[in-house]
């Protein structure tokens, strides 16, 4: 009965060192993707005030220059993603599952410039210009309202991680051993983070691009199962 009890006892103390790796999954899931959104506007930011400056120099066309935005910013937005978390990167697809071409940029900028009935092949050479230069602007701006909400999100990331600490720390410090309870700690909590980061992955393949929703619950379960499992060892 006495084994019973002690078995029990594990199990509880096992399932609620899963659930305070938790705090720290989330915690760091949120800051990568908040660091990750924050690196994307400034390098397009970047790149289109750069190429803004070689249009307006001559140094390139802006036929040349609405080219080279476009793809810069396809190419920045892949880069981006793929030092997301599993996560983000469903968020993100889910927003927008692939850059636009130059092509269909060229289009939609001329309707909303000229109206819907102006096509781009009519327009003279110089509002041909303003369509390519008010693309590149464009290229150099992300969505302000996603990236206000990463800003929030990496705040609350870190307020997390900070928690996540905090607990830790005490857990050591009210530890008989305190060397084994901080091995404890690091390694739980690393099995948590590495644990999500790895079932959002695992969910990624199995619901396919653009459900976050889906990752999220994979990344939270392969987070608790990993923490519980190296706890329950320990």
């Known amino acids: 009965m006495q084994n019973g009890?002690?078995?029990?006892?594990?199990?509880?103390?096992?399932?609620?060192?899963?659930?305070?790796?938790?705090?720290?999954?989330?915690?760091?899931?949120?800051?990568?993707?908040a660091e990750a959104?924050?690196?994307?506007?400034?390098?397009?930011?970047?790149?289109?005030?750069?190429?803004?400056?070689?249009?307006?120099?001559?140094?390139?066309?802006?036929?040349?220059?609405?080219?080279?935005?476009?793809?810069?910013?396809?190419?920045?937005?892949?880069?981006?993603?793929?030092?997301?978390?599993?996560?983000?990167?469903a968020m993100a697809q889910q927003i927008k599952s692939e850059g636009k071409?130059?092509?269909?940029?060229?289009?939609?900028?001329?309707?909303?410039?000229?109206?819907?009935?102006?096509?781009?092949?009519?327009?003279?050479?110089?509002?041909?210009?303003?369509?390519?230069?008010?693309?590149?602007?464009?290229?150099?701006?992300?969505?302000?309202?996603?990236?206000?909400?990463?800003k929030k999100l990496s705040s609350a990331g870190r307020s997390l991680v900070f928690l996540s600490i905090a607990i830790s720390v005490y857990t050591v410090a009210t530890a008989d051993n305190k060397f084994d309870a901080a091995g404890k700690e690091i390694v739980i909590t690393g099995a948590g983070i590495g644990g999500g980061i790895a079932g959002g992955a695992l969910a990624g393949l199995a619901c396919g691009p653009g459900a976050p929703v889906c990752v999220t619950v994979g990344a939270f379960v392969g987070g608790a199962l990993a923490a519980f499992g190296v706890s329950i060892t320990w």
């Not at 040349?64 to 990167?89: C, E, F, K, Y």
Request: aromatic share 4%; glycine share 4%; charged share 20%.
């Open 37 to 89: 959104r924050q690196a994307y506007s400034k390098q397009i930011l970047t790149m289109a005030s750069e190429l803004r400056i070689s249009a307006n120099t001559g140094r390139i066309t802006w036929s040349v220059a609405a080219a080279q935005a476009q793809d810069a910013r396809n190419v920045i937005m892949d880069v981006i993603r793929s030092r997301s978390t599993p996560v983000g990167l």
């Open 101 to 150: 071409t130059l092509n269909e940029l060229v289009a939609r900028k001329t309707k909303q410039l000229y109206g819907q009935t102006i096509t781009f092949d009519g327009l003279s050479k110089a509002k041909q210009n303003i369509v390519y230069s008010e693309i590149v602007k464009a290229a150099g701006k992300s969505n302000p309202k996603v990236t206000a909400s990463m």
């Open 5 to 33: 009890s002690q078995e029990d006892q594990k199990i509880f103390e096992a399932s609620i060192k899963a659930l305070q790796s938790e705090i720290a999954n989330v915690g760091v899931h949120l800051i990568i993707d």
